[in-house]
């Protein structure tokens, strides 16, 4: 208690030195007296009392403040910011089986590892993925004027930090005076380094058509009509990491219905990946080797992987590139093989990488006549990284892909100006099916970029944008703001401008469509703490297609919305209400004898009520009601709903936990379909679409066997009362009920 007091007293101490500070700055003639001073402060904001009684007021306040702030932190914790920014992920993406890991690798490290706030730099910050830049960029200011925190209770007198970012970053930060300097030495590694080793199994227990029997000839006329490969979907990732500075690992994956040790397929797994990173040696920033993403700007020249899009977390408009980093999914297409360097110089950090891939492509013989099978062209690059029929396996690594680039960036705390290059080319002929809405995209076999980005931090307000130039295309632009208007208020600006005629590589900009071509857009948004307890988080979307879209046969236009209001009367419970709707055109769904399409408004306008309740150390409540109504002109109103609880047990003292949901949904079809997240095994994103009528149930548990031995089992089952035939083709289900289990072991040493 008494160390408690000390701390209390120096942090008492700083915010008076601070203060003084600030006083003598802006008062070098000594004509504003200390008590006018306040007075003006209390006007910006940062005193909420006048006079210096009020500040002697404010600061024993603060004294007195409770010592609960610092409680212990649960895995479930992490677990649980994980989960909310994957909702906010699927807000606006809406993928059912996108694999996350590497977005998360690094929150899930630094929860392992906490991010010491004395020693992180910049760079350590940005990774970190929880601050704004405005935030970072306020915590080591008051370090640097300061001195080193004393306690993390001291982040409570930094602008922008209030007591619900705090909670958030407790898991994954701490603070001491260690040095962390890596000492890369066989001894050293070996002593300290760690070990991950998973081995993961699901599959669906229900026969699908894909797996039934099938006669010889049967498969002899129709090669098909039936996977090569068992329904297992088999997973094994081996990954040694020492510290924040190396890391080595290989992920392997068979999807279901591809073969493996059989058939075609004697390597085994169908898909391998490998990767050795190097960080922060000298002035080598980062090195990776093997398989990598490269991030930069906002976006737009270049990104490879997943990015967070439209949320209520309106700061997450704004990407924080890391630049290089391991790849650890299994997102067969959306990363980079080869070799990438970062150098660091002072404040220029130059970056340069190479990346040689076979990918997927859809194959087609460039002169039939001639039957020249060495001439063989591509009509689309794949992107679904299955094997498991003919068809399929023809495709896979049909042809070579290479690309080259670099980024050189000068970066001070509060300017960081980026330029970037991407060359892409393929070794086959690109020829792909141009219809009228797609004529301006590239139909080349290789591709240029250049791109110019810059973040700029003034005073409150934070500058951040790119601009993109394809090579004899197009362009893309994107430009946008932060800004700080009080302690309790912040809001954000942006805006795009994609040409239907640029063509990104792989990019990650801002928008409503999936590509970034052809759309033009402003955003507003906005979150305020009017009162304690309450938060209120908003964005308006508006944006225009100047050229024709798929299934939209005509320029067209939309808008979108968002407006939650949070409510947390303690830190046990947290409960919010969201309403979001999108409005757009689309084709008409009527027939016309004429074969014209005309554009009808199509809106869909979700409810949604969560709360989550921690009832004890132990156990925590979980539940959702949402209903979505769709509306496309002249076609039937539809409308849907789904209803939730989960429950979570998470003992301290017991190896044993689990999570189980029940859920009701009632949909009229796909078009009211609704997506929730789901508790899943460590490193698994479930985020299936209830639609159709029926009940969803999971039922995951974890048990420790030993220190450093846990292994997670799950099932779930969704019953339909409405189908007695789910989904269609070769995944096609006889029967009313689709269930799967999965199963995973982790070994650390």
Not at 704 to 724: C, Q, S
């Amino acid at each position: 208690m008494l160390d408690n007091l000390n701390k209390r007293i120096v942090i008492l101490g700083r915010a008076i030195r601070s203060l003084s500070k600030d006083f003598e700055n802006k008062n070098p003639e000594g004509n504003v007296t200390l008590s006018t001073f306040c007075e003006s402060k209390s006007l910006e904001g940062n005193v909420t009392l006048s006079g210096v009684e009020g500040l002697k007021y404010l600061l024993l306040l603060f004294a007195l403040l409770p010592l609960s702030l610092l409680a212990q932190v649960k895995e479930d914790e992490k677990n649980a910011i994980i989960e909310k920014r994957v909702e906010y992920l699927i807000d606006d993406a809406e993928e059912s089986d996108a694999d996350y890991t590497t977005l998360f690798d690094q929150l899930s490290f630094y929860y392992d590892h906490p991010l010491n706030l004395n020693r992180a730099d910049l760079n350590d910050l940005e990774q970190l993925g929880l601050l704004t830049s405005i935030q970072i960029n306020n915590l080591l200011t008051h370090i640097e004027r300061n001195g080193k925190l004393m306690t993390l209770e001291e982040l409570q007198t930094i602008d922008g930090f209030d007591l619900e970012m705090i909670r958030m970053l407790l898991p994954f930060v701490k603070l001491t005076t260690d040095v962390d300097n890596a000492q890369l030495t066989l001894k050293e590694l070996l002593k300290n380094g760690e070990n991950e080793l998973y081995l993961r199994y699901q599959q669906v227990l229900e026969e699908q058509v894909g797996y039934s029997p099938a006669t010889d000839s049967a498969l002899a006329a129709s090669p098909n009509s039936r996977y090569k490969g068992d329904a297992a979907k088999l997973y094994t990732r081996y990954r040694f990491k020492y510290g924040n500075h190396l890391s080595i690992g290989f992920t392997a994956e068979k999807d279901p219905g591809e073969e493996f040790f059989s058939g075609g397929q004697s390597n085994g797994f169908d898909f391998y990946s490998a990767h050795i990173f190097l960080r922060n040696q000298g002035k080598i920033k980062q090195l990776a080797l093997g398989d990598f993403q490269a991030q930069f700007g906002q976006g737009l020249t270049y990104w490879s992987g997943a990015a967070f899009g439209k949320s209520a977390d309106i700061m997450n408009v704004k990407r924080s590139a890391v630049g290089l980093k391991p790849y650890t999914s299994v997102d067969e297409s959306r990363f980079l093989r080869g070799g990438g360097l970062t150098l660091g110089f002072g404040n220029v950090e130059i970056t340069s990488f190479y990346s040689y891939n076979n990918i997927d492509g859809n194959i087609s013989v460039a002169d039939s006549s001639s039957q020249d099978y060495d001439a063989l062209a591509i009509t689309s690059i794949q992107q679904t990284g299955l094997h498991r029929t003919e068809n399929e396996l023809e495709d896979k690594d049909a042809v070579t892909q290479q690309q080259f680039g670099g980024h050189v960036a000068y970066k001070t705390r509060r300017l960081n100006v980026g330029l970037t290059g991407i060359h892409s080319q393929i070794d086959a002929q690109f020829t792909p099916n141009l219809q009228t809405y797609s004529q301006f995209r590239n139909a080349d076999q290789q591709q240029t970029n250049v791109g110019l980005d810059y973040n700029w931090i003034y005073r409150n307000f934070n500058f951040f944008g790119e601009y993109a130039q394809s090579v004899d295309a197009g362009s893309g632009f994107v430009s946008g703001a932060l800004i700080t208007l009080d302690p309790r208020v912040s809001m954000v600006a942006l805006y795009r401008d994609y040409d239907r005629d640029f063509h990104p590589i792989s990019s990650a900009g801002i928008g409503e469509a999936s590509t970034n071509e052809n759309e033009k857009g402003t955003l507003l948004g906005v979150v305020a703490k009017p009162v304690k307890k309450f938060t209120v988080s908003a964005y308006y979307d508006q944006f225009v297609f100047p050229w024709l879209k798929y299934q939209i046969d005509a320029p067209s236009r939309g808008y979108q919305y968002l407006a939650q209001l949070t409510y947390t009367p303690s830190k046990k419970l947290e409960m919010y209400v969201r309403v979001r709707e999108r409005d757009k055109l689309e084709n008409t769904s009527t027939d016309l004898s004429e074969g014209l399409d005309y554009l009808v408004h199509e809106k869909q306008i979700n409810y949604r009520f969560q709360y989550n309740y921690k009832v004890s150390e132990s156990v925590r409540l979980k539940g959702r009601a949402e209903l979505v109504n769709y509306d496309k002109e002249e076609s039937p109103f539809e409308t849907g709903f789904l209803i939730y609880q989960d429950v979570v047990y998470q003992p301290l003292s017991s190896p044993f936990s689990f999570s189980f949901r029940y859920g009701i949904f009632d949909t009229d079809s796909y078009n009211s379909r609704i997506y929730a997240y789901e508790n899943d095994i460590l490193y698994v994103f479930s985020i299936p679409a209830y639609y159709n009528r029926g009940t969803r149930t999971y039922l995951m548990c974890r048990y420790k066997i030993k220190r450093g031995i846990d292994l997670w089992v799950r099932y779930g089952a969704t019953f339909y009362d409405n189908i007695d035939v789910i989904s269609s083709g070769l995944e096609e289900i006889q029967g009313s009920t689709k269930s799967e289990i999965k199963a995973q072991l982790r070994i650390k040493f």
